[in-house]
């Protein structure tokens, strides 16, 4: 059974930082593309961060130079670094995994809520 657990979320003030971590289990970690997403009230789910299985990153253009991706193999997890933290940063984010032609094998975390507010 997959499962992709998230944690590290929170309450933070503007400016602040927290770091999410995704746990997985039941797949090859090593073999799957690893990525963050977020989807706040009323939102469509949009992509905030990836990381492929060689360590290549990819950001949305409204995190650049302030999130940070990163996995540990050997731990079977992802991190999301998240500094300078803004209100409209707040939303669920979800953990995904991705493996196979056109994403053939994908699976989802619950989400953890993160909520930047003074």
């Known amino acids: 059974q997959v499962q992709l657990v998230e944690s590290g979320g929170g309450l933070v003030q503007p400016g602040g930082s927290l770091r999410l971590s995704c746990a997985a289990s039941?797949?090859?970690?090593?073999?799957?593309?690893m990525g963050w997403y977020r989807q706040a009230p009323g939102k469509q789910r949009e992509l905030v961060a990836q990381?492929?299985?060689?360590?290549?990153?990819n950001y949305a253009d409204s995190v650049k130079g302030r999130f940070t991706i990163s996995r540990d193999n050997a731990k079977n997890t992802v991190y999301l670094q998240m500094n300078s933290l803004k209100p409209e940063d707040t939303a669920v984010y979800l953990c995904?995994?991705?493996?196979?032609?056109?994403?053939?094998?994908?699976?989802w975390g619950q989400g953890t809520q993160v909520t930047v507010s003074s």
């Open positions: 039941g797949i090859v970690f090593s073999i799957y593309a």
């Open positions: 995904n995994a991705v493996y196979g032609p056109s994403g053939r094998f994908e699976y």
């Open positions: 990381i492929s299985t060689g360590g290549s990153t």
